[in-house]
DNA sequence: TCCATAGTTCTGAATATATGAACTATTGAA
DNA sequence: TTCAATAGTTCATATATTCAGAACTATGGA
């Protein structure tokens, strides 16, 4: 099992982080890592892993997400410990990462259809 | 030829964005539409056709371009004339797109590797 | 009507993604 | 130590997506 690589912050391309976030299983991965205004939180795989997604099809998510630089990897004890590279993503492409996650919740929230329109 | 797709605003997606904007020849071609700030301007194929991209391809990119709903694409006489939905998608996602065509031009700004730090 | 231009659609090859099965690493007991 | 449990990775391959050449379509002249 090799080491786990996380490309250098000036080696994230936005054509990478575009490309992980372009799966809704990743994104939603990632809304939870990075957590509300893109705080460093950490997670594990438990939310997501509610919906019935493969173990080797979530490694290849969480791979993808790490591979754009989204987010960092640390064995800690027998798991793993993510946390969101925001901050550094942020000094580069200032507001990218606050404005995809906030367009992801503008989304999810307006999910429930709004019941035949409510009439004015 | 059956008439072109576009998708109604609400039925916009992020990780459909994300998609459409994963690739470097369509985020290309889609900073050139829309231009600096967002603004509503017009382009054609010569930009990227420069690049040597073959036609079929370049019809692709413009098809998932559209259907991502990120630009509206009307004949005119022989042509095609694109625009993007600039602001349609910014009622949906404010500052999504901004957001990402900026990342984009710091990104191709940033290519020329600044020589040995220019001291102060 | 015929041609040129600009683009679309079709089709097969190349590439990428998803997932079950097998494997690895760490911890904690016996 | 050795063994088992847990958490995740890697491998092999089935499936899906993307790329690009060839054929096709739509429009506007000559």
Same mark, same amino acid.
């Given at each position: ?7 250098? @912050?000036?080696d994230?391309?936005v ?10 299983v990743? @994104? ?15 997670? &594990?795989?438990?939310? @997501? ?28 004890? @027998?798991?793993?410990? &993510? ?18 996650? &906030? ?18």
């Amino acid at each position: 099992m090799r080491p786990l690589t996380h490309p250098h @912050v000036d080696d994230i391309t936005v054509e990478g982080i575009m490309h992980a976030l372009s799966d809704p299983v990743r @994104v939603a991965i990632f809304a939870d890592i990075a957590g509300s205004a893109c705080s460093q939180n950490c997670s &594990n795989y438990l939310t @997501v892993r509610e919906k019935e997604i493969p173990k080797s099809t979530l490694s290849q998510h969480f791979k993808a997400l790490r591979e754009a630089g989204l987010i960092r990897a640390e064995r800690q004890g @027998v798991e793993m410990h &993510n946390t969101s590279r925001c901050g550094e993503i942020d000094t580069r492409f200032p507001g990218l990462i606050a404005a995809i996650v &906030n367009a992801h919740k503008v989304q999810s929230s307006g999910k429930k259809k709004p019941a035949k329109r409510p009439k004015k």
